[in-house]
């Protein structure tokens, strides 16, 4: 059972590259999340997906677009990358019909040049 | 706004010490509240859930217990070993909203010496 998977584990970008964080989980859960935490600032809602074809922002969206492609996956996408957005990001899912107990994907640690 | 405050931010105890580590939130309307466990460099592995209906949950030498009245959830570690080492998280999930997203706590670094 692999849980919350995230590619790709590790990446460095110049300013202003674009990429895409992928997500994925197996657990058939309803809603899927993206975090970033950084050192002092603790781990902070990037955007949240609450069903499959919804989105929403948390509390720290600018620079950021998500896709929910599918209730599997949940991609992050920054556009044009910033100093400010190196961080450790990290999914998770919560089935919101039963427990709503969340579980995390195993990080992405993204460094902007 | 839901403010989750968890207290010693670090903390270091010999082997075989009980411990409890401490979690306080300041709306009490929550759903659930999770205790997780983050290792240097890795996710978030979750310990222990707390329904609001309960009053604790048990897993191993792990038992968390919470207060909805008085904000407070503890987490307690019995016979502590060096492998515990690690940093607790604790978060509240509220009682409404689509997704319910969880407010964390700042963590407590704990250190477990031989």
């Known amino acids: 059972n692999a849980g919350v998977t995230q590619t790709p584990k590790f990446q460095v970008l110049k300013t202003g590259q674009s990429m895409t964080l992928q997500c994925a989980q197996d657990m058939n859960h309803n809603s899927m999340y993206w975090y970033r935490q950084d050192p002092g600032m603790g781990l902070r809602l990037i955007y949240y997906?609450?069903?499959?074809?919804?989105?929403d922002k948390g509390e720290v969206p600018n620079g950021y677009n998500v896709s929910r492609l599918n209730k599997r996956e949940f991609s992050l996408r920054l556009e044009s990358a910033a100093p400010s957005q190196t961080s450790v990001y990290f999914c998770?899912?919560?089935?919101?019909?039963?427990?709503?107990?969340?579980?995390f994907g195993p990080g992405t640690r993204l460094t902007v040049t | 706004k839901q403010e989750v405050t968890q207290i010693p931010a670090a903390l270091s105890v010999p082997e075989g010490e009980n411990l409890v580590l401490n979690c306080s939130f300041t709306d009490s309307a929550i759903y659930n509240l999770q205790w997780f466990r983050q290792d240097p460099g890795k996710g978030l592995t979750s310990l222990l859930l707390i329904q609001s209906s309960q009053r604790e949950q048990t897993s191993g030498r792990l038992n968390a217990s919470l207060d909805k009245s008085s904000g407070r959830s503890t987490l307690y570690i019995a016979a502590s070993q060096p492998g515990d080492s690690a940093t607790y998280l604790c978060?509240?999930?509220?009682?409404?909203?689509?997704?319910?997203?969880?407010?964390f706590g700042s963590g407590t670094q704990l250190t477990v010496l031989p």
């Open positions: 998770a899912s919560t089935d919101s019909f039963s427990s709503y107990e969340q579980y």
């Open positions: 997906s609450a069903s499959e074809g919804t989105t």
């Open positions: 978060a509240v999930r509220p009682g409404w909203g689509s997704a319910r997203q969880l407010t």
